[in-house]
């Protein structure tokens, strides 16, 4: 299911939505919301989706420039890696700007991987000036 590039597309009505896609037998496979005005407020409303049955199917996730902030990424990292079937979450353009990237994001989503989990890709925007302490913390 793609809705990308709808800015008017706020926290509100992704939870409208979760709610019925989180109800359906069938559920979805794919989420692109990228370049929504989903904001900081859709990262509970992403958390909580993520336990409805319509979205235990859920493999891929794109929220490409989305709103987020660093303490947002690294909870929805977190939730994430307790989902069994995501396999792909892209949280590109988001929180690049925080100020301490490496501690408060670089840190926590490195601690979110540090166990052995189903998600496979996960893209993340880091500053140039910590790629190489990026890349540590990452291996």
Same mark, same amino acid.
Request: glycine share 12%; with cysteine; hydrophobic share 45%.
């Given at each position: 299911?793609?809705?990308?590039?709808?800015?008017?597309?706020?926290?509100?009505?992704?939870?409208?939505?979760?709610?019925?896609?989180?109800?359906?037998?069938?559920?979805?496979?794919?989420?692109?919301?990228?370049?929504?005005?989903?904001?900081?407020?859709?990262?509970?409303?992403?958390?909580?989706?993520?336990?409805?049955?319509?979205? &235990?199917? $859920?493999?891929?996730?794109?929220?490409? %420039? #989305?709103?987020?902030?660093?303490?947002?990424?690294?909870? +929805?990292? !977190? @939730?994430?890696?307790?989902?069994?079937?995501?396999?792909?979450?892209?949280?590109?353009?988001?929180?690049?700007?925080?100020?301490?990237?490496?501690?408060?994001?670089?840190?926590?989503?490195? &601690?979110? $991987?540090?166990?052995?989990?189903?998600? %496979? #890709?996960?893209?993340?925007?880091?500053?140039?000036?910590? +790629?190489? !302490? @990026?890349?540590?913390?990452?291996?």
């Amino acid at each position: 299911l793609s809705l990308a590039f709808n800015p008017g597309i706020t926290s509100s009505g992704l939870r409208q939505l979760l709610s019925v896609v989180g109800s359906c037998q069938a559920g979805i496979e794919r989420l692109d919301m990228s370049e929504c005005g989903l904001g900081v407020d859709a990262v509970s409303v992403l958390i909580g989706g993520l336990t409805l049955p319509g979205l &235990a199917s $859920l493999r891929d996730v794109d929220l490409y %420039r #989305v709103g987020l902030d660093g303490h947002g990424i690294v909870r +929805l990292v !977190e @939730a994430a890696t307790g989902a069994p079937a995501l396999r792909h979450l892209n949280l590109t353009a988001n929180g690049q700007h925080t100020a301490d990237w490496l501690s408060i994001i670089g840190q926590g989503v490195a &601690a979110a $991987l540090s166990e052995p989990v189903s998600l %496979r #890709v996960l893209t993340v925007s880091c500053p140039e000036k910590h +790629l190489d !302490e @990026a890349r540590v913390l990452m291996v």
